[in-house]
Structures are given as C-alpha cells and as structure tokens.
C-alpha cells in the first residue's frame, strides 16, 4: 500500500490514538464507579483528529478547545497522569483539581482549555492568536469547537475579525453531527457547515475526521497558511463519538445501525490495518504498544488514586494573575 507517511508516523499516530481510547474509556468506567464526578465528556472515536493535528503542527503552537478535552490536552503533551489526577479532583492535576474534566489547562504545553460553556473559546482562541501576531511571532493556532458551538454568534464575531485582521488561527469544527442530542439537519439548512466561511471570503474546506492523513493533511495546509501570514481558515472536520455526548447521555436519539456504520471506519483499525499491511511492526511489536498504553494508564489511575485533594488555603488562589507589564506606566 502506497502512502505519503512513513513508519514513524504510522506507529505513532497507532500509540497515541490507543492511549487516548484507552484513557477515556477507563474514565467511563472510573464514573460509573463514582470514582470521577461532575460533567465527563468522551473523545472515544475522535481519536484521530487529535493524532493528525499533532504530525501537523509544531510543540510551539497553540491550542484551545471545548469541554471535550482530555484526549487533546493529551495529545498536546499533557500527562496521562495529571489529566487523570484532574479527573479525580486531585492537587496534582493539570489545573491542581480545581477545573476538573472541562478545563484542563498547560501554559507549558500551550493548552489553553478546556472551556465549559458553548462556543466560549472560540473568541478566546481568536485572542490568543492576535496575541501571536502582535508579538510577531510564526506560531499558529488551533481553535476547536463542536457543530453545536457552531450556531453561537461569538464564531461569526470572531471570524469576522480574525479575517479583517488576518490572525493566524485555524478554526476547526469537530462536526460529530449531534450537538447533545440534536443532528445537525434539526439546527441549520446548511449542511455543509464549512460553508459559513464563505460569508466572510475566508477559506473553508471538508475533512475526513476519521482518517489520520486527511486530518493532517487539511491542518497542515490551514498552518501552513497562517504561518505565511495568509491569516484564518476554517475547516468542518466530520468525525463520530461512540458515546453519548456526555456519561449522562443514553444516545438513543440514533440507531445502533448508524453507530456500526461509522465503528467499521475506526480509525484506530484502520492505522493498524496500513502498518501491518506495509509490515511496519510483527504483532509482537504490536503486543509491546498494546501493553505499553495499558500500563500507562494503570499509571494515571494510581497516580490519582494516590494523589491528596487540594488544602482548603488553596481556594482563592489562582482567581487573579498579578503580571507586570513594562509598557504600562502610572
């Protein structure tokens, strides 16, 4: 089988994609034990956006997502071990245990949330990439949000300035098709949601979410172009979550028909169907991935098992950020 990646790329995008199915379905389980509380969203069938957006990008650039973030902040660098911990309400979580699953949060790896409310990131994701540009700096943005998000009006606020001022961000819809509970054909005569870029001559385009190299390939020309200083683009990347939009969710507004549908382009089958295929790695090999994700999420558990929640003295902190600006003066 011919492809334009090679084994590197192959085995990777099979490694992480495994760790973040993995991951989120020993969250599942850990709620159903009441071991994790509050709002759980899973990425389990998504896997494969997160994985092409990280061959696609570099460890500098930017970014900021909805409350469905544990596999992306995963994929971006963050630990298995501090998003689980965050999971758990720990003190040694990515936000010290006080955001929880929706607002997960790294300056370090350049992830700036996890945001809980609708469609909020997405002005957010917009700032940050004017922030780039006003430092002069050739860092991108990704600004991801669901189909659901893509009805706010802070998307066509935000994209009408991020074209006017040619910001470098890439706005990426993650169109599961079902925002909650309601299909996208109930919320919009436009289908094709990457169409909406039209209305503001940016450019738009349709990716497959549920494979790797298409997923690269659309984020890595969108990158492209806002390191060239050619500014915004928008891209409807259609994907399909297994699960119910959140753990409190039965998903019983769609058939199971459709769901096996979509189980039969699983993306994590299909990575290891092409490195098998160009015998890239012996199921031996494969065996050793296999074991290595599990005990790297064996890890998380008992790291957040073992973790102490947060003092009480840390209730205020981190509500305010004193900064110093130079340029500032009294």
Partial sequence: MQTPFGKETYLYWYEIMLLLRRFEEKAGQLYGMQKIRGFCHLYIGQEAIAAGAMTAIRDDDNMITAYRDHALAIAKGIPARECMAELYGKATGCTKGKGGSMHFFSKEKRFFGGHGIVGGQIGVGAGIAFAEQYQNTDRATLCFFGDGAARQGILHEAFNMAVLWQLPIVFICENNYYAMGTSVERTSKVLDIYRLADAYDMPGDSVDG?????????????????????????????????????????????????????????????????????????????????????????????????????????????????????????
Avoid at 238 to 255: E, I, V
Avoid at 264 to 283: F, G, R, S
Avoid at 313 to 330: A, F, N
Wanted: with cysteine; aromatic share 10%; charged share 40%.
């Fill in 210 to 330: 549920m494979s790797c190299e298409d997923v690269h390939k659309g984020i890595e020309r969108a990158v492209r172009r806002a390191r060239e200083k050619g500014g915004p683009t928008f891209l409807e990347i259609k994907t399909y979550r297994y699960r119910g939009h959140s753990m409190s969710d039965p998903a019983k507004y769609r058939t199971k028909e459709e769901l096996e549908e979509y189980k039969e382009k699983d993306p994590i089958n299909q990575v290891l169907k092409t490195i098998m295929d160009n015998k890239w790695a012996t199921e031996e090999e494969i065996g050793h991935i296999n074991e290595k994700v599990k005990m790297e999420v064996d890890e998380a558990v008992k790291f957040a098992e073992d973790s102490p929640y947060p003092d009480d003295s840390e209730l205020y902190k981190d509500i305010y950020v004193q900064e110093d600006y130079p340029y500032i003066t009294d």
